[in-house]
């Protein structure tokens, strides 16, 4: 038995303080990216902030979305595998099929203010269980396969900071059949008949 198909998200922050290299590339090339996009909404010079840029000029609603390009043959080079996110033996293990950038803050004239994250949703997978903060889980839905009783590849991956079930589907519950062969009903779902 499983306790659902699962989706999960890691949001990665990238900040000055940021240590990997991929993460110092991301880093620096969304910061010019923002500095450049932010001279054409903000040709004045009246704002310092992207909250500032956002709240006070209207055609930089797109001003996250233009600053995300730079990151995307970053994102690319991960070849589709989350980063941080490893299995017990310390590997990177976690596919993802999309994922969303987000400016937290950024500053024209202080580069070290400048902060964003990438949301990575993960592809599906089947939610064995949790033992000792780990999920144990399996690429898919294969859910079917266990329920009958067939070998499932699993993977093991700890709860951690960042990382979160961002949808579930449980399995559908199954009515329980009565001694006297009618099925039990919910209150709630016996008036809606009645």
């Known amino acids: 038995m499983t306790k659902g198909l699962i989706q999960l998200c890691y949001r990665k922050i990238i900040d000055a303080d940021s240590q990997k290299i991929w993460d110092k590339y991301v880093f620096d090339d969304t910061y010019m990216e923002f500095f450049m996009q932010a001279q054409t909404y903000n040709q004045e010079g009246k704002y310092r902030t992207f909250q500032e840029i956002s709240e006070n000029v209207p055609a930089a609603k797109n001003l996250t979305y233009l600053v995300s390009t730079a990151a995307f043959n970053y994102i690319r080079q991960l070849k589709d595998v989350v980063p941080d996110i490893v299995n017990v033996y310390g590997k990177l293990c976690l596919p993802f099929n999309r994922f969303k950038f987000e400016i937290i803050d950024s500053d024209v004239k202080d580069?070290?203010?400048?902060?964003?994250?990438?949301?990575?949703?993960?592809?599906?997978?089947?939610?064995?269980?949790?033992?000792?903060?780990?999920?144990?889980?399996?690429?898919?839905?294969?859910?079917?396969?266990?329920?009958?009783?067939?070998?499932?590849?699993?993977?093991?991956?700890?709860?951690?900071?960042?990382?979160?079930?961002?949808?579930?589907?449980f399995p559908a519950a199954k009515p329980v059949l009565i001694p006297n062969g009618e099925f039990l009903t919910s209150t709630a779902e016996s008036e809606i008949n009645s």
């Open 111 to 169: 580069k070290a203010g400048h902060k964003v994250a990438i949301y990575f949703y993960s592809d599906p997978l089947t939610w064995i269980d949790t033992l000792d903060g780990k999920l144990l889980i399996a690429y898919g839905d294969k859910r079917e396969a266990i329920n009958r009783g067939e070998e499932v590849e699993t993977e093991m991956i700890a709860l951690q900071p960042f990382l979160n079930i961002s949808s579930v589907i």
